[in-house]
């Protein structure tokens, strides 16, 4: 395996207007050992939402993150499917209480929580959301009647520290997250996407946001005939934004030209920030984080003729801020990253993007 990894320098890039700043991180590392005999390959990428992560947070936000990679990554490693792994890497971002999605949801008007999500198989292209879902969070508890009183009481005290989080959230004006995924690549190259969120806090009851709707929270797509490359897409941010940009989907269509990083800082740009049908928009806010990979021969300047799976990933963003995690199979621990935008960038008017590359060599059989 090959991975490429650690910052080592931050270009600025000019942009079509003046109120756009890109940020283009250079990633190169070493290669790392060669993957283990009989070892299975596979990457994730995850992230706990676009937004603004607040410095005395940053160790909760990462550790969630890496927790989540850990899981999908353990899927992997036993054989697991790439829809399986993504499965088990929403789960963890909703159980942590500093998700905006899950155990963590923001609260509607009525003080209950509404979630939406979706997943994609970029294999069979099948697709499957929920939208305002509610009533679930202590169902399996209340099945069991002994155990009715404790469920009772923990739901109290959850709607009530959800109440006390979001009313200091207001105060301090920190409370901006919405929103988070992840995007898997397992052994066979086939891909899958998921999107989880509470939506909005203090949204009205029954709103719906991107993270249910088709192409717009998340998009898988293995290669095809007019596919050269297999894509996974997952976003954040402002649904009413999202979803009026189609950005899920956009990205991956645009993902399937050479330059992936070009690529994505386009469609940003172009589709995102200045799309028409958010003209009248004073700030667009989302984030999204992709995965693009194809098989292709070892580097030229090998004898051998092991077939490598190529994995480019990136993140991009219109907030102060995303925090993101990502692991491959061979990897010893995730690595977890807060990325911000550049000191003087305006949010919702800059994009920042970074990522790196993964190459992944398929194992030896035993």
């Known amino acids: 395996m090959i991975m490429e990894k650690g910052i080592s320098s931050v270009e600025v890039l000019p942009s079509k207007s003046s109120q756009v700043t890109a940020v283009k991180v250079v990633v190169k590392e070493p290669e790392a050992k060669q993957t283990q005999r009989g070892k299975r390959v596979g990457f994730v990428l995850v992230h706990a939402g676009a937004g603004y992560h607040s ?6 936000y990462k550790h969630v993150c890496k927790r989540a990679c850990q899981k999908a990554i353990e899927k992997l490693q036993a054989g697991a499917l790439a829809t399986d792994a993504v499965t088990a890497a929403l789960i963890e971002l909703e159980d942590s209480p500093f998700t905006n999605a899950g155990l963590g949801s923001n609260l509607n008007l009525l003080g209950e929580i509404e979630c939406d999500a979706s997943i994609m198989d970029g294999k069979s292209l099948n697709f499957g959301a929920v939208g305002a879902l509610s009533g679930f969070s202590l169902a399996a508890f209340k099945r069991n009647k002994r155990k009715l009183e404790l469920a009772e009481k923990v739901e109290t005290d959850l709607i009530q520290l959800k109440k006390r989080r979001q ?14 995924g992840a995007v898997v690549v397992d052994q066979e190259g086939n891909v899958a996407a998921a999107v989880s969120s509470g939506g909005l806090a203090l949204k009205h009851p029954g709103r719906v946001g991107q993270a249910a709707l088709y192409g717009c929270g998340c998009w898988a797509e293995n290669t095809g005939a007019h596919t050269p490359y297999s894509t996974a897409v ?32 386009e469609t940003m740009q172009n589709k995102f920030i200045g799309s028409p049908f958010l003209a009248n928009e004073d700030g667009v806010l989302g984030g999204v984080i992709v995965l693009r990979s194809c098989r292709c021969s070892a580097e030229p300047e090998s004898s051998q003729e092991k077939p490598t799976l190529l994995v480019e990933f990136l993140w991009s963003h219109t907030t102060e801020s995303m925090c993101v995690g990502y692991m491959s199979a061979q990897d010893g621990k995730a690595k977890t990253h807060i990325s911000r935008l ?25």
Request: glycine fraction near 10%.
């Open 342 to 366: 550049p000191p003087g960038a305006v949010a919702g008017q800059s994009v920042a993007i970074e990522g790196g590359v993964c190459r992944l060599e398929s194992p030896e059989s035993s």
């Open 55 to 60: 410095e005395s947070k940053a160790k909760e």
């Open 167 to 180: 009313s200091n959230e207001k105060e301090n004006d920190s409370g901006t997250l919405d929103t988070v």
């Open 234 to 265: 997952s976003t954040s941010g402002c649904g009413e934004h999202l979803v009026r940009t189609i950005l899920a989907r956009e990205c991956s269509c645009a993902l399937q030209t050479e330059d992936a990083h070009q690529a994505l800082l």
